[in-house]
């Protein structure tokens, strides 16, 4: 291994460097770039952190970084790629490449929530109830539905409807002519009415209209009616020339 090794001289100026060559490794730590995908109002924010950190410690760093978050109890902090993986849990773990690849990961994504706190329970039971009655209420409505000819049941149904409608006709006028028929006989039953039209012992046209033919009435009438005209243009005449 070849290593670089600058020597300063008397006077502060950087002399020619000189290497070495050693038979060892050289140890270098690797820095992972840690993605951190939060709620709102934190959003996703990242951070630097060493291979060798554990979860727990990536946590205690990114609640240094975003101080606010240690006013929020019960929050979960797991990996994305692993979600079972423990607190103590190294990051060079979750950055081992899978099967087949030679390098290893450098981004690790987290994801952090809040837990939340469950209730008194029966949740369960209402949901149940719920189902019960919504299956007891199942409804055989399907007119939305359409048959092959894409035509709607309900159109189909309608159709059906007036056909039948369309060829009772006859025996309904029937069964109304047959109800006013009825009424009628009892009308002239309660007054009274033969059947012929008239009442008992009257003529059969004392109930029917008749027109009156008198000529001397019509005259009367009429000359009354020429004589209240003439009457009113004299009185219209008279005032008009005062």
């Known amino acids: 291994m070849l290593i670089e ?38 959003g996703n924010f990242h951070l630097s952190c060493d291979e060798d ?18 006013r929020i109890d019960n929050l979960r902090f797991v990996p994305t790629s692993r979600p079972g ?9 979750l950055c081992e490449g899978k099967e087949g690849e030679e390098e290893n990961q ?9 837990v939340m706190v469950g209730g008194k329970g029966g949740f369960g039971s209402q949901l149940r109830a719920a189902g019960g009655r919504m299956s007891s ?19 189909l149904k309608e159709a059906q409807k007036l ?11 029937k069964t109304l002519d047959d109800a006013q028929k009825a009424k009628l006989a009892k009308l002239e039953k309660e007054l009274g009415i033969a059947p012929g039209g008239s009442k008992e012992g009257q003529p059969a046209h004392a109930g029917m209209k008749r027109r009156l033919d008198d000529t001397e009435f019509l005259e009367e009438s009429q000359a009354i009616v020429e004589s209240v005209k003439s009457s009113v243009a004299e009185g219209l005449s008279f005032s008009s020339k005062r």
Not at 163 to 173: D, F, Q, T
Request: charged share 25%; aromatic share 6%.
């Open 5 to 42: 090794v600058k020597n300063l001289g008397r006077d502060g100026n950087e002399s020619v460097p000189m290497f070495l060559v050693t038979s060892g490794t050289l140890d270098l730590e690797m820095t992972i770039t840690v993605l951190v995908s939060a709620f709102a109002p934190f």
């Open 53 to 70: 950190a554990t979860i727990q410690q990536v946590f205690e760093d990114v609640m240094v970084e975003r101080p606010l978050l240690q």
């Open 85 to 93: 993986a423990t607190r103590s849990t190294l990051l060079s773990e």
């Open 106 to 114: 450098t981004l690790v994504s987290f994801r952090l929530t809040p």
């Open 137 to 155: 209420k199942k409804t055989s409505n399907n007119d939305s539905c359409r048959d092959l000819s894409g035509r709607r049941l309900s159109t």
């Open 163 to 173: 056909a039948a409608y369309m060829e009772n006709e006859p025996a309904r006028k």
